[in-house]
């Protein structure tokens, strides 16, 4: 098969959602007999599996049996296809559950057109092999998502917040857009595949300190290394706005004003994007130890702060968007540290809890007040014993049987996770009931291991190896990650405690950092607000929030 051949196939599936866009709006009426949505399913499923099924045999080698770079503006790879799959799945079980919750509001159409055309321009960021499309793609994605928050204009808070996620964006992507510029002026190609060939020559040649002799890697890319780090740093502050981390959050927690599939689309399927840009240039991350100190230090404050200030939280969808932050943060630390494999299964795995915990909410409701009226106490200095015996019992035992050369974070951060699990569902149950968890407890964690094996040999690429365990990043991670399941312990067994409540109290109004973020935003660059229409349908004048 051709190269044009192989990628018209690759971008038939953003094209055909493009194209439907059209056919979603109101002025279209060749198609108004035909069910929209029932379309979009059938078709996206289909072309996915021909252009997944097209793209993956047709690989393009060499002479020398080795994959040919810097050759077609799209590809596609494994890590590629689980992503793209997982795009699909999210966008048609939304397009199917939108039907019951849009149909007879008068923004559906509208709905349908820029829902099609954000996960036309996401997937065409996912297979983009061109500095250019990949840039593009990117900001496509971010304006379609700004149409989607303004369905309903009349609501301030969520103009105000789309209006910071807009001024946001746009800094990503001068951000994205400046370090794609060095990359072009170090290694003179627009094309990532052919940039991360040559960073992971360069790496090789320079971790086995042997003499240079190849011209151009010597005198184009080893000498400009510094573009290379200021690159770098430059994706990684994109990928961090990008991922709404802290004190950059708060258009994420005020989104919530949108409807319910705008939200679950925003946390199951955008947000992941600064994730992907990560695994996308892995390479490039791994060779800076700056950028991997820069995601560290501002990801690893905003886990152990959106974590904490989560439970405080009494509203469902707030809740979510504070957990979003910490899970992107989390997520932002595994690429990092160099564990993509783990930041993979944890990109596909938020999506779908994400997508599901929003169009669940309804039931989630009904199913916390259940939980506070029913009998229930707070785990006891024994029940937190016994868990944390009983999982170092099943920690020790899964890293004994494992081949695991990595840092011990992840392990530090499922020992605390389990025994948090563990201490909170025995305390209200029987000794029977502990027995079921401990066996729910060993199959996650063969579970994980099984899948984990899987990706790491089959789906993600060699990238460089993560950093040793107890290493200075090591370090740092697991220490916050023990000092967050310390304060949250204290929380819990010291509640009535004056300093616990003044605590609480500040994490509630996560220490107004999004108030500060607020005042500067609407005092450098206003909005125009207009007010809800008062009775007799008179229609109030425009106001300009945060003009004087």
């Known amino acids: 098969m051709s190269p044009q051949t192989s990628a018209f196939l690759l971008i038939s599936l953003p094209l055909f959602w493009a194209i439907l866009s059209w056919f979603s709006s109101k002025k279209a009426t060749l198609f108004s007999t035909v069910n929209i949505e029932e379309v979009a399913i059938v078709g996206s499923i289909t072309l996915l599996v021909v252009s997944l099924v097209t793209g993956l045999s047709s690989s393009m080698l060499t002479d020398e049996g080795t994959t040919a770079v810097g050759v077609m503006l799209v590809s596609i790879s494994p890590m590629k296809a689980i992503v793209m799959l997982t795009v699909v799945a999210i966008g048609t079980i939304l397009m199917r559950f939108s039907r019951n919750y849009l149909v007879g509001e008068a923004c559906y159409p509208r709905f349908l057109r820029w829902m099609q055309l954000t996960l036309s321009s996401v997937v065409i960021t996912i297979l983009a092999n061109h500095l250019i499309i990949f840039w593009a793609g990117w900001l496509a994605v971010s304006l379609s998502l700004h149409n989607l928050l303004l369905l309903y204009p009349e609501r301030p808070r969520a103009i105000i917040a789309a209006h910071k996620k807009f001024i946001l964006a746009r800094t990503s992507e001068c951000l994205m857009a400046g370090a794609f510029v060095l990359l072009f002026l170090t290694f003179d190609t627009l094309y990532i595949d052919e940039i991360l060939y040559l960073v992971n020559e360069a790496s090789q040649l320079s971790q086995s300190q042997s003499t240079f002799t190849n011209t151009q890697l010597t005198n184009t890319h080893l000498t400009n290394t510094h573009l290379t780090t200021y690159a770098a740093c430059l994706i990684s502050a994109a990928a961090l706005l990008k991922c709404a981390q802290l004190p950059a959050h708060g258009w994420l927690i005020n989104i919530v004003e949108a409807p319910t599939p705008v939200s679950a689309l925003l946390h199951a399927g955008v947000i992941n994007l600064g994730g992907y840009l990560l695994l996308a240039f892995a390479p490039l991350i791994a060779v800076s130890p700056p950028a991997q100190w820069m995601l560290l230090a501002v990801a690893g404050l905003s886990v152990f702060f959106s974590a904490l200030i989560m439970t405080t939280r009494v509203t469902i969808k707030v809740r979510l968007a504070w957990s979003t932050s910490s899970q992107m943060?989390?997520?932002?630390?595994?690429?990092?540290?160099?564990?993509?494999?783990?930041?993979?299964?944890?990109l596909v795995a938020h999506s779908f809890y994400k997508a599901y915990a929003f169009l669940n909410t309804g039931s989630a409701v009904y199913e916390t007040l259940e939980h506070n009226i029913s009998a229930h106490r707070a785990p006891l200095?024994?029940?937190?014993?016994?868990?944390?015996?009983?999982?170092?019992?099943?920690?020790?035992?899964?890293?004994?049987?494992?081949?695991?050369?990595?840092?011990?974070?992840?392990?530090?951060?499922?020992?605390?996770?389990?025994?948090?699990?563990?201490?909170?569902?025995?305390a209200n149950s029987d000794q029977t009931q502990m027995y079921i968890l401990v066996a729910i407890t060993i199959a996650l964690v063969s579970f994980y291991a099984t899948i984990k094996g899987i990706i790491q040999s089959y789906i993600v690429p060699a990238y460089p190896a993560p950093i040793g365990m107890f290493s200075l990043m090591d370090i740092w991670v697991s220490a916050l990650l023990v000092t967050l399941f310390a304060l949250h312990f204290a929380m819990q067994t010291f509640a009535s405690h004056i300093l616990v409540k003044r605590f609480k109290q500040l994490l509630f109004a996560g220490f107004y950092l999004d108030e500060w973020f607020t005042k500067v935003t609407l005092k450098l660059y206003p909005i125009p607000l207009r007010e809800r229409k008062t009775q007799g349908n008179h229609v109030a004048s425009v106001s300009k929030i945060g003009s004087k």
Do not use: K
């Not at 943060?329 to 944890?346: F, K, R, V």
């Not at 944390?388 to 996770?417: D, H, K, N, R």
């Open 381 to 426: 200095y024994a029940d937190w014993l016994n868990a944390a015996f009983i999982t170092s019992l099943t920690i020790a035992a899964s890293f004994s049987l494992s081949s695991y050369q990595g840092p011990a974070s992840p392990w530090v951060l499922m020992a605390l996770a389990f025994t948090s699990f563990l201490a909170m569902r025995t």
């Open 329 to 346: 943060g989390l997520m932002l630390i595994e690429c990092a540290m160099g564990l993509y494999s783990l930041a993979l299964i944890h």
